[in-house]
């Protein structure tokens, strides 16, 4: 097996845990503190916003290579096993449901419009 598809495995099993945390924060059963913690992490891997921005060199993708996987390991330990194996095949089914194709084209057609309205108000100001 190569790196490459080594890392892409890597890849697709984080996007899964990050999904199943976030499945966990919002299960009544898991503890408080198991929640905070999932929750603090799948919103900080969701968001587009980083503690440290990506556009500094090294560090701005080592935040992204650090504290998402420890953020998810400590996520995971806290959770009891038979809990996080059954949100992780939730997240894996959630993962195979179908794209909606026309839903992204909205809402680039939404984004789109903002754009070209915020240059057309910026150019009537000038």
Same mark, same amino acid.
């Given at each position: 097996?190569?790196?490459?598809?080594?890392?892409?495995g890597?890849?697709?099993?984080?996007?899964?845990?990050?999904?199943?945390?976030?499945?966990?924060?919002?299960?009544?059963r898991v503890?408080?503190?198991?929640?905070?913690?999932? =929750?603090? &992490?799948? !919103?900080?891997? $969701?968001? *587009?916003?980083? %503690?440290?921005?990506? @556009?500094?060199?090294?560090?701005?993708?080592?935040?992204?290579?650090?504290?998402v996987?420890? =953020?998810? &390991?400590? !996520?995971?330990? $806290?959770? *009891?096993?038979? %809990?996080?194996?059954? @949100?992780?095949?939730?997240?894996?089914?959630?993962?195979?449901?179908?794209?909606?194709?026309? =839903?992204?084209?909205?809402?680039?057609?939404?984004?789109?419009?903002?754009?070209?309205?915020?240059?057309?108000?910026?150019?009537?100001?000038?």
């Open positions: 097996m190569t790196w490459l598809a080594k890392a892409k890597w890849a697709k099993r984080l996007k899964r845990d990050v999904l199943a945390l976030w499945l966990a924060a919002r299960d009544r503890p408080w503190h198991a929640k905070l913690v999932a =929750g603090s &992490v799948a !919103a900080y891997a $969701l968001s *587009p916003i980083d %503690l440290i921005p990506d @556009f500094i060199p090294v560090l701005g993708y080592l935040d992204d290579l650090l504290i996987p420890l =953020g998810i &390991v400590l !996520a995971v330990r $806290l959770i *009891p096993e038979p %809990l996080m194996g059954e @949100f992780r095949q939730e997240a894996e089914r959630w993962a195979e449901r179908p794209v909606s194709r026309t =839903g992204f084209a909205f809402i680039l057609g939404v984004w789109i419009c903002c754009f070209v309205f915020a240059l057309w108000s910026l150019l009537e100001l000038t």
